[in-house]
């Protein structure tokens, strides 16, 4: 549903631009100025709900008996001993580029004037054979050029999340956590409240960690992952399952 509905707000912007780019130019840019502000005035709305529902887990999670504390020293001198972790971020961070590079292909584009007025000059040859109305042909080529960056950057952004989701999802590794009888606490701010629903757990005694996969927090949009992974750096890292464990639905 929120997939479709993203699709469907997409579609509306597409052509409430071009049809302000081809019949009004004059008020361009104070619909550019009313889109970033409605964007950010939303974007504001949802993070402060996610950001008082969060502090509202992490006080929860905070006054729960403490089990474990991992801290920064630790961590740090594991990651290091992992010859394997900067080859796996490095992975991560190649499929991210993808996004990057069609977002500097479009930028570009329509930064400079003489890629601009080409592209707009070869859609335009495209669709005056048509023979219609200037301002209509205006509003087709403006409604192609928006679509087909709409549509590169789209596919980009699948192409990304299905390489990121072959490799596991997005990785993160926090620099030091706290385990309490209520759930688990990531580098003092981000709780993960029990029970904990993990998709998968993994144990690597070799390389000193614990990895729970999740399932991302906005998976339902184009532009995210469908999970994620949370590595935990620890010493006996069957020590820290045993917790997790009992604060897993597994256990109840």
Do not use: C, W
């Not at 549903?1 to 469907?8: E, F, G, K």
């Not at 402060?48 to 008996?65: C, H, P, Q, S, T």
């Not at 070799?206 to 339902?220: D, G, H, M």
């Amino acid at each position: 549903m929120r997939r479709a509905l993203n699709v469907a707000m997409s579609a509306v912007l597409l052509l409430l631009f071009s049809f302000i780019t081809s019949y009004y130019p004059g008020y361009l840019s104070l619909m550019f100025i009313l889109y970033i502000v409605a964007t950010l005035a939303i974007s504001l709305a949802v993070a402060g709900r996610g950001a008082v529902r969060m502090v509202r887990d992490l006080e929860y999670v905070r006054e729960g008996k403490r089990l474990l504390h991992v801290s920064r020293d630790v961590v740090e001198r594991l990651r290091r001993r992992d010859r394997e972790l900067s080859d796996e971020l490095g992975k991560q961070h190649r499929a991210s580029l993808i996004q990057m590079a069609v977002l500097i292909a479009a930028m570009t584009v329509f930064l400079v004037p003489s890629l601009r007025d080409a592209a707009i000059a070869a859609l335009r040859g495209a669709f005056e054979p048509l023979g219609l109305d200037p301002k209509m042909t205006q509003f087709l080529v403006f409604l192609a050029l928006y679509g087909v960056f709409f549509l590169a950057s789209n596919v980009a952004t699948i192409l990304s999340s299905r390489r990121l989701e072959k490799l596991g999802g997005p990785l993160q590794v926090p620099a030091f956590y706290t385990v309490t009888s209520r759930g688990l606490i990531l580098e003092g701010r981000v709780p993960l409240k029990a029970p904990l629903s993990p998709l998968e757990v993994k144990v690597n005694t070799r390389r000193r960690f614990l990895e729970l996969r999740v399932k991302s927090p906005s998976a339902s949009g184009l532009a995210s992952s469908a999970t994620s992974r949370i590595r935990l750096y620890h010493e006996n890292p069957r020590e820290l399952e045993s917790y997790l464990r009992m604060l897993s639905k597994e256990r109840g």
